[in-house]
């Protein structure tokens, strides 16, 4: 029999998705969801706006190693990547739950280090802290949902992308896995640089003012590259039912990536994951007033086309197509 | 340094709501929650109506053990200790998100399974699958958040119990611990007793109709008995700052639970965990309106008095008090 491994993580999720839709189990409520699974969150009408979820785990051994992670980065990191989704979205947090799993010889001082970790972003991104649940668990996983709202009747979707919109970014893609790979082969570099690229693996922040400002100019298409450039640029492709193409050479590589990793730094820039910086489209005359307004780097980087859905292109300085090897991180 | 175990798990939520409230980001949000942590689920008010927030963990080994459980009946239970939770407070289930920690060697017939058992509950309880996560993992978990609403501007807490008020259960309290006997102990009685014990232990149905119910009649004070009759009993006397006394011949016990456990029928109602059974306090005569509209056994089964906060007494039939030596299921 088939085992999840060998289906992947997408396509598992395509599967249980497809249950759902097929057996309508999305379309229970009172109030159909705009957005079901498929999205960076779920997405439904209450009286008068929008609301959204989402719900990530960070679990030891697979996103996090208590050797490379103190608690309170621990904590931090999986409230922010709840956040990141509501960013994805354009949406603003409100209120979190969570479920912590640990092991029953977890010493009392971690937790309250944990908890410490997540108080700072609570305040720092005003979510409050709503409810939870504790677990004995063989090893320790914190799973948080967030639900927030949008402030207006817009959101920002994965399925918006039309042919003819400029692909931006916001930050510098590939340092979250450039400081992965410094913490997990030991990697030695300068102090300043070691600084970094751990910030950037391990205390991403949300980008949750600009995928506000993006839905305030009128982007409608965006998600936060949690599996890697690509992989996340073809979930928007195939959602919006496109191709893209990537200026590879545009690509916005920290000098400090560059300095550390060389040649191997694009690569990093194109399918490390767990970045949690916006990729969004939108034709060139709103991208070039968000990039005007944004305080943080926003890089021009590439065109969607009318082609096959979810077909990436990239090409080269000469105009060349690169082949791509890698395609981004995936759970199983 | 003290470990969590030695807290215990009450001990471990104290401290971190303690932490929460204390650097007040329970009260972030633009609208401040009703109820934060401590109660059955999170409540706050939005445009014209309340809703309602909970999040529940099964941990593989911890809550359930893949030899006497299906993946079938695992996600059915992950579902309905959550909507348990929303019947707690009387509340209207309307969103759920999923996140599922697997092996990578899982097969994905399970996966399927399980997620036939969640479409099951899924329509019985008009609750829409609106997002998820999936995570590798060593072993199996379900993390369920519910999201929901109150049809009127009154809740079930567990801090509104007022000395008089009698006190009464749904069902048959200690007949899941009974049956998680009978599998742990691989204990053999007649096919009719199997499978009665089986399904109350494996296949909760939560209290939702019954929940809306009390509202209707102006019962104020409730809490499912997820940890025990009396452990939850003292939840609702502790918030509610009020002694109880149950006149321990009045509890029901169901017949098939009594036949095969004998002697030890009433040690599992008082202190048997995951009944999902709702406990609820009020004047009598709500209580009576109660138990005469609802279709379900509703038992009185004792009375709420003034006198130390979170103090149980056990009446015996000629009216002596017994003393208590279990005191319900905590995770650590």
Redesign the interface.
Known sequence: ???????G?FG??D??AK??AD?K?????????LI??GDD??V?R????L?L?????M?Q???FSLDTITWQELVWKALAINLSDIAAMGGVP??A???L??P??????Y??EL??G??AL??QS??????????????V?V?I?V?GKSLSQDILRRSAARPGDVIAVTGYPGSAAAGLEMLTKELKFKPEVTEYLKSAFLHPVPRLAEGQMLVKHGIKAAIDISDGLIADLRHICEASKVSARIDVEKLPVHPLVKGSFGEKARGLALSGGEDYELLFTGPSDAINRVKAELKCPVTLIGEITAGAPGKIELIDASGKAIKVNKTGWQ??
Chains 1, 2 share one sequence.
């Open positions: 029999m088939m085992k999840v491994s060998k289906l993580e598992l999720i599967l249980l249950m759902i057996a189990v999305d379309r229970l409520a009172p109030d159909q969801p079901g699974i969150a779920a439904w209450t009286d008068g706006s609301e979820a989402t719900v990530d785990t679990m051994d697979v996103h409100e209120y739950l969570v479920a799993a640990l029953e010889d977890t010493k009392v001082v937790i309250t908890y410490e997540m108080i609570a305040k005003r979510t409050a802290i709503v409810g939870g649940n504790i677990s004995r668990a063989p090893m996983s799973t949902t639900i759970h199983f």
